[in-house]
């Protein structure tokens, strides 16, 4: 049985058909979606992509992640052996562990964000510059800044906002960016004083962009993993507007976005503005851009977390035409221990019992090296028929 699927956007496909498969020198971009647990299966895909095929090429690669996939991403950035860097964030995050209040059903978000907060001090306290600096990857980590009732996290004020900006949602995407700002934390070029250009048009929700440094790296991160109503929001980042950062997937869930697929060096900067941004590069899907290179947990790109139920939002658009997906098979799936991939309900699920869950999330991530594996062999062996249609 196949584990891999692999879809293709409409220029993407084009591409493949014309060289004859995927080289590495093809991607210019690697989004890193939100959805917690569900991400642990992209493990091994992560450490076969920085770990060995995309080290035969010498071009710089745009990172884009929000939640767990801000998190893959930084760890990617750490030069000094990323394979034990991947290894051990897949170790910590497995083995989280919170302690419940005597007659609660789940850990207080303080205590949540205080484990976090140490966790993400153990993997890259000390190891900030090494993150910024590296040579070929622009790091750019997704989080969303609360507006209006949702600018400070309080009791009653922020279940009310967070109602308002679903009902808003709901109505309109682009009607989120009333309580929802992305501020995008993007790494330095080392070519200027500023960030690296994003390769994507930012220009769907208010957005402002802002310079990743050793003071916001860590806050950064772990706004961007900030749950609302599980962890706290991170408050007033160093060098960022002040307000309350939540979780990144809030605004951009699968970071459905109009990537840049022209050169990505030409993309304009973002602009000051406090709550408008300019095109962060919107490029025709050429036949020689770079095309982007999507590592998922499933087939569909959700825009934003308040869709998940909106059906209708799952579509592919032509924002995605330069996009490749690789995700698991339903069936590879329906083997894994109780038929689905890890999530945040195994929490509930398995209560005390961490050694369980443990052992749950740790089957699901070793049958998950054969998604990696399918894929060297097809990169080897291009099977243009398995590509399907985005």
């Known amino acids: 049985m196949k584990a891999l699927r692999i879809h293709a956007g409409p220029a993407a496909m084009r591409r493949l058909r014309q060289q004859g498969g995927l080289r590495p020198a093809d991607v210019g971009v690697i989004p890193a979606a939100a959805g917690g647990p569900k991400g642990l299966i992209l493990g091994p895909l992560d450490r076969f992509l920085f770990g060995d095929w995309l080290a035969a090429s010498s071009h710089p690669v745009h990172l884009v992640g929000a939640s767990i996939g801000a998190w893959r991403m930084a760890t990617a950035c750490l030069r000094q052996d990323p394979l034990a860097a991947?290894?051990?964030?897949?170790?910590?995050?497995?083995?989280?562990?919170?302690?419940?209040p005597p007659g609660a059903r789940r850990p207080t978000a303080a205590h949540v964000s205080e484990r976090f907060g140490q966790t993400l001090r153990g993997v890259f306290g000390g190891r900030e510059a090494e993150v910024l600096a590296h040579p070929r990857w622009r790091l750019h980590i997704v989080t969303a800044r609360g507006r209006?009732?949702?600018?400070?996290?309080?009791?009653?004020?922020?279940?009310?906002?967070?109602?308002?900006?679903?009902?808003?949602?709901?109505?309109?995407?682009?009607?989120?960016?009333?309580?929802?700002?992305?501020?995008?934390?993007?790494?330095?070029?080392?070519?200027?004083?500023?960030?690296?250009?994003?390769?994507f048009d930012a220009r769907d929700l208010p957005t402002r962009q802002v310079a990743l440094s050793a003071a916001n790296?860590?806050?950064?991160?772990?706004?961007?993993?900030?749950?609302?109503?599980?962890?706290?929001?991170?408050?007033?980042?160093?060098?960022a507007p002040?307000?309350?950062?939540?979780?990144?997937?809030?605004?951009?869930?699968?970071?459905?976005?109009?990537?840049?697929?022209?050169s990505l060096n030409a993309t304009e900067k973002i602009a000051s503005s406090p709550d408008r941004s300019s095109a962060g590069g919107?490029?025709?899907?050429?036949?020689?851009?770079?095309?982007?290179?999507?590592?998922?947990?499933?087939?569909?790109?959700?825009?934003?977390?308040?869709?998940?139920?909106?059906?209708?939002?799952?579509?592919?658009t032509p924002a995605l035409d330069s996009m490749i997906v690789l995700s698991p098979s339903p069936e590879w799936i329906a083997g894994l221990p109780l038929g689905k991939l890890p999530d945040r309900n195994d929490f509930m699920h398995y209560g005390t019992d961490t050694a369980a869950r443990?052992?749950?999330?740790?089957?699901?991530?070793?049958?998950?090296?054969?998604?990696?594996?399918?894929?060297?062999?097809?990169?080897?062996?291009?099977?243009?028929?398995r590509v399907q249609r985005l």
Do not use: M
């Not at 991947?86 to 419940?100: K, S, T």
């Open 358 to 385: 443990v052992r749950a999330w740790s089957a699901a991530t070793a049958a998950a090296r054969q998604l990696a594996d399918e894929f060297a062999e097809w990169l080897r062996r291009p099977d243009l028929d």
């Open 242 to 262: 002040p307000g309350a950062y939540w979780d990144g997937g809030i605004t951009d869930y699968h970071l459905h976005l109009r990537y840049g697929s022209g």
């Open 217 to 239: 790296l860590l806050p950064a991160l772990q706004a961007s993993c900030s749950i609302p109503f599980v962890l706290q929001a991170v408050q007033d980042i160093p060098g």
């Open 282 to 316: 919107l490029f025709g899907a050429e036949d020689g851009a770079p095309l982007v290179l999507y590592p998922h947990f499933q087939s569909s790109v959700v825009p934003g977390w308040l869709d998940k139920h909106l059906r209708w939002r799952h579509r592919s």
């Open 86 to 100: 991947f290894e051990r964030l897949e170790h910590e995050y497995i083995h989280q562990a919170y302690e419940v």
């Open 148 to 199: 209006h009732v949702l600018a400070r996290e309080h009791r009653y004020a922020t279940p009310l906002g967070y109602i308002a900006a679903f009902a808003s949602n709901a109505l309109h995407r682009r009607a989120l960016g009333w309580w929802l700002q992305r501020v995008v934390f993007s790494s330095p070029t080392g070519e200027g004083p500023g960030p690296a250009a994003l390769p």
